[in-house]
């Protein structure tokens, strides 16, 4: 995770802007190293950067709100995923078709807050 951590602060000290693909792979590095705070961090930077983050990175915030013990601030992102995969599926994005049917109110989305 140091490491991945350590490329990031180089793409963007070569003013090198990271795409969603970046931001997984450090939030996931983050996470598989039990660093949850920056796991999340790269939510955040990835949400600022991209407006809307890919399902993954989503999933990768919630898991880090987890094990943080960050109830409310991930029922915050749940929301966030189902607002960005309703939209995402209407335009038509084949990315968020499963995101949108597993975040449907209706038919729960199995993350027990």
């Given at each position: 995770?140091?490491?991945?951590?350590?490329?990031?602060?180089?793409?963007?000290?070569?003013?090198?802007?990271?795409?969603?693909?970046?931001?997984?792979?450090?939030?996931?590095?983050?996470?598989?190293?039990?660093?949850?705070?920056?796991?999340?961090?790269?939510?955040?930077?990835?949400?600022?950067?991209?407006?809307?983050?890919?399902?993954i990175?989503?999933?990768?915030?919630?898991?880090?709100?987890?094990?943080?013990?960050?109830?409310?601030?991930?029922?915050?992102?749940?929301?966030?995923?189902r607002?960005?995969?309703?939209?995402?599926?209407?335009?038509?994005?084949?990315?968020?078709?499963?995101?949108?049917?597993?975040?449907?109110?209706?038919?729960?989305?199995?993350?027990?807050l």
């Amino acid at each position: 995770w140091a490491r991945t951590l350590s490329l990031l602060a180089d793409m963007r000290k070569r003013e090198v802007t990271p795409n969603g693909a970046i931001f997984e792979m450090v939030a996931g590095a983050c996470e598989r190293g039990r660093q949850w705070e920056r796991a999340l961090s790269m939510y955040f930077d990835a949400h600022a950067a991209l407006h809307d983050p890919r399902p993954i990175l989503y999933a990768t915030a919630i898991r880090a709100c987890v094990a943080g013990r960050q109830r409310s601030l991930a029922a915050h992102i749940v929301g966030d995923m189902r607002r960005t995969a309703a939209s995402a599926a209407a335009a038509g994005s084949s990315e968020w078709t499963t995101f949108a049917s597993a975040a449907d109110p209706r038919g729960g989305d199995g993350v027990e807050l």
